[in-house]
């Protein structure tokens, strides 16, 4: 059987091999998260919410050993990997106590026309859930899907990036011991063929976490059956640096947003547009700021393909007009990237239009907050965006304005700690929501059922309706919502 070496991107060390889950493992996978997914679905949201902890538990115990291996699989700095464990185990705490409240059966109005009939909502889980990973953040942005699928019933069968198998490996293990009674939690090893294959193998809604050109191929494949996905894709994430802001504390925000995780972070921060009498101002504080930054702070490129992508972007940039003022092409040696900061870049440059995934800033002024927020939004992508000023108001006016999936305002990445926010883009960013009550629905299906309280004072629902009776209706109907015109 063909198997996947898991190496450490930093040191190229083996750090374990894999057999690949051809077709046949995936399928059979799939069939048994179908039992368990009869008995998962089958309890109620109290007795899932205990297991669910229990597994919460075993994560928060293991934190140790489990950032270990994120660190290794991902070269990201040990306290780095334990940041994100911690992020993931809030979400996974707050979708197993509020499953129960968010998805409950709860009563609707009926409305006039149909006054004999009482009407619920209710929302069951749609069976097995597949999940494909990524390799960035690989426990907290799988577990946004994986954690809710599961407090909202489903079993899951998680594919993880075949740069961090292990991690996948890791939690469903901690699953089996904390929940042991059915495999309601699964992992299945391998490259883009097992993703694929977990695509065809009949799971009833896919969570896929990639670029916007594999979603594409992910969701054709899930068109062949009509399987639903929810999307979250790359971003090109802006900030917007109004010149009222606190510059020291938007600079601060732009290094951890743009540089954090080596810029491996799909909301992070590629581009800032500062308003122009506070440009030189802002871009010499963030000068300072990038220059003392070494590689090791947020460890290498994850994958042997990044580092091309970054020197292409960065080698554009300056070829069309661009300066560099902090590092440069030769800042990218492999498979570590030093800290680029690069200024005035023109606005059709790869490094405006491409997500460039790495340790790299661009900073562009502008003439106002409108040029700003344009800027912003000329852009494919729409995962996430920050806004910095002493002004709230204005601040949440221009948030509103902005075509992104969420906005932080006065702080970077702070949608990503909330767990009752959901979270997802527009555009190549993607579609659907994880985490928060969204992320609890989004896999769900909804029921609307209704019964008859009474025999309907004008019956209408009948072949052999009552001419009379039709007239009153008529008369009514007219009365309510044609008076006036």
């Known amino acids: 059987m063909a198997t996947l070496r898991s190496l450490n991107p930093a040191t190229a060390e083996l750090l374990a091999e894999y057999e690949i889950a051809d077709a046949k493992t995936v399928d059979e996978a799939v069939a048994e998260a179908r039992v368990a997914a009869g008995w998962w679905g089958g309890l109620d949201h109290h007795a899932r919410r205990g297991r669910l902890l229990a597994w919460k538990r075993a994560i928060a115990a293991g934190s140790d050993d489990l950032a270990t291996l994120i660190h290794d699989e991902t070269g990201k700095p040990f306290g780095d990997a334990l940041l994100e464990i911690m992020l993931a185990v809030e979400h996974l705490d707050w979708a197993a106590r509020n499953a129960g409240k968010v998805l409950r059966r709860r009563k609707v109005s009926s409305g006039l026309l149909v006054a004999d009939q009482s009407a619920a909502l209710e929302y069951h889980p749609f069976g097995v859930v597949g999940v494909i990973g990524p390799w960035n953040y690989p426990v907290y942005t799988p577990l946004g899907s994986v954690s809710y699928a599961l407090a909202a019933g489903n079993a899951v069968v998680f594919k993880p990036s075949e740069h961090t198998p292990g991690v996948g490996v890791w939690l469903a293990e901690a ?9 309601v939690l699964q992992t299945v090893i391998g490259d883009g063929s097992t993703g694929a294959a977990l695509v065809d193998s009949g799971v009833d809604k896919i969570a896929f976490t990639g670029s916007a050109a594999t979603a594409r191929l992910v969701m054709a494949a899930c068109a062949r059956t009509l399987t639903p996905i929810v999307v979250e894709g790359g971003g090109k994430d802006a900030m917007i640096v109004a010149a009222d802001a606190d510059l020291d504390a938007a600079a601060r925000a732009a290094a951890f947003g743009g540089f ?12 800032v547009y500062v308003e122009r009498p506070v440009y030189q101002d802002f871009l010499g504080r963030l000068t300072e700021l990038t220059s003392k930054i070494q590689s090791d ?11 091309e992508i970054v020197r292409a972007h960065v080698t554009d940039a300056l070829a069309s007009g661009g300066r560099a003022v902090v590092g440069g092409v030769d800042s990218v040696r492999e498979p570590f990237i030093k800290p680029v900061l690069l200024a005035e870049v023109p606005e ?10 790495g340790p790299t800033l661009v900073v562009n002024p502008v003439a106002d907050l409108d040029e700003a927020v344009r800027l912003a939004n000329d852009s494919k992508y729409g995962l996430a965006a920050s806004i910095f000023s002493k002004d709230q108001k204005r601040a949440a006016s221009l948030a509103r304005r902005l075509r992104t999936g969420a906005v932080s305002i006065n702080a970077v990445l702070g949608f990503a700690g909330v767990p009752s926010l959901p979270f997802g883009g527009v555009g190549d960013s993607g579609f659907g929501r994880i985490h928060g009550a969204d992320g609890l629905r989004e896999f769900s299906r ?3 059922v209704t019964w008859r309280r009474f025999n309907a004072l004008i019956d209408l629902m009948r072949l052999d309706r009552d001419p009379a009776a039709l007239e009153r209706a008529r008369k009514l109907f007219r009365m309510r919502h044609a008076r006036g015109a």
């Open 446 to 448: 909804a029921q609307s």
């Open 175 to 183: 699953w089996a011991k904390a929940v042991p009674e059915h495999l």
């Open 348 to 357: 059709e440059s790869a490094a405006i239009t491409e997500e460039t995934f």
């Open 260 to 271: 954090g995780n080596a810029g491996q972070t799909c909301a992070g921060v590629e581009r």
């Open 297 to 307: 702070a947020y460890g290498p490129m994850t994958t042997p393909e990044q580092p």
